[in-house]
């Protein structure tokens, strides 16, 4: 296959993998927020068949192959989405995420009868908006290419003093906020969920890294057993993130839950990636400006689509408020201009 080479800044990047990386964090946003509709649509069938619901400890829905279909859908995108680890950076494959929930949104309106408000669609169109300005201005490559890099920068002072913080705040929050706070500001789970969520993404990136390497024939990573290391903590932090998560998806509503975790885990998978894999050490001060101007807009988005979606609210709607309140202005400035013939003219109407 021919390689193409893109350069920026005077920086030489392999073209192939950045495309390849930006299909795969595509397609698995697609992938998941397809997975939620139709496990979504499963149990909604076994809950009109009688079943007893999942919720009320039922299992029903194993049996269920639509709910195989969904859990297979969602395996695929998981996979897409580690696998986009590998060829695109972090800081770009993360705040990706966001089109899931875009995804979502549409097709619960298509198949789960759940309108799609004017705010919605709005949030979906600043959704698409903000995830091409980012794509636009994103890293398009770090300095780490191989494993064996990977393996020297994992020991470099900045990234370990960056882990140490992680796991002192995050043994802090546990002893001294939680007890304390955690039913009560959101945050305080959300924020060590995000944090331990930004190492499993590093670690993860780094997994992929290494299976790419092994799989082209340079080298074999699988009986190296820093690779097997950073695969066994990947997971151990994503069982630790799915259960804060979990606890605090159980106590708050999931229409803030969404939008406030997902400002706080791209952030720092952001920091975290910066920090390792060097990805903004070249980049230019517009593409900065436009990165954050494109995960603003995709934040913005992100809140719209979530925490305005019980409303029903349509353009039809906006027309009618606006010309009441025309009205009652009018009205107010006919009573103000001559108080005594506005007064007759509303005693004649209840007439």
């Not at 993998?17 to 509709?37: D, E, K, P, R």
């Not at 002893?175 to 190492?199: E, M």
């Not at 092994?214 to 290391?229: K, T």
Request: hydrophobic content about 50%.
């Amino acid at each position: 296959m021919k390689t193409s080479h893109l350069t920026i800044n005077g920086q030489t990047y392999n073209n192939n993998h950045f495309t390849i990386g930006l299909c795969l964090a595509i397609s698995s946003s697609v992938f998941i927020g397809s997975s939620f509709i139709i496990k979504k649509v499963a149990l909604k069938k076994l809950q009109a068949s009688g079943n007893v619901r999942a919720s009320a400890g039922g299992f029903a829905y194993l049996k269920q192959w639509l709910w195989w279909l969904g859990l297979i859908t969602m395996g695929i995108g998981e996979a897409a989405n580690l696998l986009a680890y590998a060829f695109a950076p972090a800081a770009l494959v993360t705040p990706l995420g966001a089109l899931s929930v875009l995804v979502a949104a549409v097709l619960s309106s298509k198949f789960l009868n759940e309108k799609l408000n004017f705010i919605g669609k709005i949030g979906c169109f600043l959704c698409i908006i903000g995830s091409i300005i980012f794509v636009i201005h994103s890293p398009k490559s770090e300095e780490i290419t191989g494993f064996s890099e990977l393996v020297d920068k994992l020991f470099d002072y900045l990234f370990l003093t960056y882990v140490g913080t992680i796991f002192l705040m995050c043994l802090i929050i546990k002893l001294v906020f939680i007890p304390k706070f955690g039913n009560t500001n959101i945050a305080v789970y959300l924020l060590l969920c995000s944090s331990i969520g930004s190492l499993t993404v590093v670690f993860c990136k780094g997994v992929a890294l290494g299976v790419r390497e092994s799989f082209s024939g340079n080298v074999n990573n699988f009986s190296n057993y820093i690779f097997w290391l950073l695969f066994v903590t990947a997971v151990i932090c994503i069982m630790v993130q799915m259960n804060y998560l979990n606890k605090s998806l159980d106590i708050f509503n999931t229409s803030i839950v969404t939008p406030v975790y997902y400002v706080m885990f791209t952030i720092l998978v952001i920091i975290a990636s910066g920090i390792l894999f060097k990805e903004w050490d070249h980049m230019s001060t517009p593409d900065i400006i436009g990165c954050i101007c494109g995960f603003l807009i995709v934040i913005t988005a992100v809140f719209m689509l979530n925490a305005f979606k019980d409303f029903q609210i349509s353009l039809k709607d906006l027309n009618l408020n606006a010309r009441q309140r025309r009205s009652a202005l009018n009205a107010h400035s006919a009573e103000a201009r001559d108080p005594e013939n506005y007064a007759l003219s509303s005693h004649i109407r209840q007439l």
